[in-house]
């Protein structure tokens, strides 16, 4: 689906032994965090919490790739976030499902791990945490980095193909049924569902219709991140069709 992608991007070293590469386009991803404000400090604890949480969700599906017997590991950053490819010999539901559940896990792990240490701070080490007036830097950065990782929890896991939650719908549809033609035809469904449902929850859609809102007063208040997602989501579905149909 995103075949090419790598071959325009540039090497930048090697991450516990997995070639990493990042694409042209995530300048596209520095432009939409920046034009969100918020202040330099803001800005750059951002872009520091995404291109760390998008690289260790990533090497979370290589190191689990690499651990099932996979060749060819690599890791490419792009406007969407990451890619993680890989050669398998034959494809086993387990070991698919096992890959694809590695990448949430260790973004649930850090959403988890700033928020615990994040509250042992304010209740052990409070002038850590706050001078009073205002959120230490480490405070700011563990805040916005369990934001961040929750956020990249919640957003994969969404059961859209081929995001991760899409996948593990689809093997774990052909793990039960043992049909890939249904597990096919049921993630298309809920990709299609849960993206709609998404962007509408997101840009307060349902909310606005339901307190008599007009679907002009709606599309004002849209932003240029509502945009950014748009186009994300109708890339998603555009791959959940030209694989599953």
């Not at 070293?13 to 939409?32: E, F, I, M, N």
């Not at 890791?75 to 694809?100: P, Q």
């Not at 219709?209 to 997602?229: K, V």
């Amino acid at each position: 689906m995103l075949q090419g992608l790598r071959h325009d991007a540039w090497y930048v070293g090697h991450l516990a032994g997995v070639p990493l590469y990042v694409h042209w386009s995530v300048l596209l991803l520095v432009l939409l965090v920046m034009s969100g404000g918020g202040g330099a400090e803001r800005i750059i604890l951002i872009l520091l919490a995404l291109v760390i949480g998008i690289v260790l969700h990533e090497l979370g599906h290589a190191l689990m790739a690499r651990w099932c017997g996979a060749s060819g590991i690599t890791i490419t950053l792009w406007a969407f976030g990451g890619l993680c490819e890989s050669r398998r010999d034959v494809e086993r539901i387990g070991r698919e499902l096992a890959i694809v559940a590695a990448g949430p896990a260790v973004s649930l792990a850090l959403w988890l791990g700033c928020s615990a240490l994040l509250a042992w701070l304010q209740a052990h080490h409070p002038h850590l945490v706050s001078d009073g007036y205002r959120l230490s830097l480490l405070a700011h950065a563990l805040a916005v980095g369990a934001a961040v990782n929750m956020s990249l929890f919640i957003f994969n896991m969404l059961p859209i193909f081929p995001m991760d939650g899409g996948q593990l719908v689809y093997y774990g549809a052909i793990g039960v049924t043992g049909n890939r033609s249904l597990a096919r035809q049921i993630s298309l469904f809920l990709a299609v569902i849960g993206a709609c449902a998404f962007f509408g929850w997101r840009t307060d859609l349902w909310a606005m219709l339901a307190a008599g809102e007009s679907w002009t007063a709606w599309a004002a208040q849209l932003s240029w991140s509502d945009a950014f997602l748009a186009l994300l989501l109708l890339w998603i579905l555009r791959s959940a069709f030209a694989y599953l149909s």
